[in-house]
């Protein structure tokens, strides 16, 4: 049961590289979602995904861009990091269902230098 | 969406339940009540939910109000494992993109 695995579990990086956090989950849930949890803060909703080739934004989506070409993956790519960006981020899905909770993954640190 | 207010924090001695309180006095209808917990470096997990009645599993209980403006997370007997932050979320079921997420309540089990 590997659920929902997130990588690199540490990085970091520089301003202004491109950076990409990786999430793949092994239930086939249609839904996936990136999060950031700041200190001070509620976890925030990046972007999420309803099914493959689906994806909205969040309400923190500027400068993030996400893809999923397939449904188990979801990566989330910075294309030019900030300082502002550096957050811990949690990949997250959920089956497409009435009362479905979400599933968490165990988090992406990520310093932007 | 509803917004819910929580304690900051919270204490409680091992091998006694633990009471959380949640008020969501703006929940709607059809919006049910969630609670996830989040233990220190890991992703948040979730606990139970409800709409109107009381629901127990494995991990905990859920008291809901009859009038639906708050609600109790109780764990029968804490354990220090169950030192985690608690969040409380009301939600439309399926509009999982519209959940706000709080600060949620500090639980400290202490032996």
């Known amino acids: 049961d590997a659920g929902i695995t997130q990588s690199p579990r540490y990085k970091i990086t520089e301003t202004g590289r491109q950076v990409t956090l990786m999430c793949h989950q092994t239930?086939?849930?249609?839904?996936m979602f990136w999060y950031r949890q700041d200190l001070g803060h509620g976890l925030r909703l990046i972007y999420y995904?309803?099914?493959?080739?689906?994806?909205d934004k969040g309400e923190v989506s500027d400068g993030y861009v996400v893809s999923r070409s397939k449904t188990e993956n979801f990566p989330l790519t910075l294309e030019s990091a900030t300082r502002s960006q550096t957050s811990v981020y949690f990949c997250?899905?959920?089956?497409?269902?009435?009362?479905?909770?979400?599933?968490f993954g165990n988090g992406t640190r990520l310093t932007v230098t | 969406d509803a917004k819910t207010t929580q304690p900051t924090s919270m204490d409680c001695a091992e091998g006694r339940a633990a009471n959380l309180p949640c008020n969501h006095s703006?929940?709607?209808?059809?919006?049910?009540v969630y609670w996830y917990r989040q233990i220190h470096s890991q992703g948040p997990q979730y606990i139970i939910h409800?709409?109107?009645?009381?629901e127990t599993n494995e991990m905990a209980s859920l008291i809901i109000t009859e009038d639906r403006k708050s609600s109790t997370l109780i764990l029968p007997h804490a354990t220090l494992r169950d030192t985690a932050v608690y969040y409380c979320?009301?939600?439309?079921?399926?509009?999982?993109?519209?959940?706000?997420w709080g600060l949620g309540t500090s639980l400290a089990v202490n032996p």
């Open positions: 409800g709409l109107k009645n009381n």
């Open positions: 997250a899905s959920s089956v497409n269902r009435e009362n479905s909770p979400l599933h």
């Open positions: 239930w086939s849930h249609s839904y």
């Open positions: 703006t929940i709607s209808g059809n919006e049910y």
């Open positions: 979320i009301v939600y439309n079921a399926g509009n999982n993109r519209k959940l706000i």
């Open positions: 995904s309803a099914a493959a080739d689906i994806t």
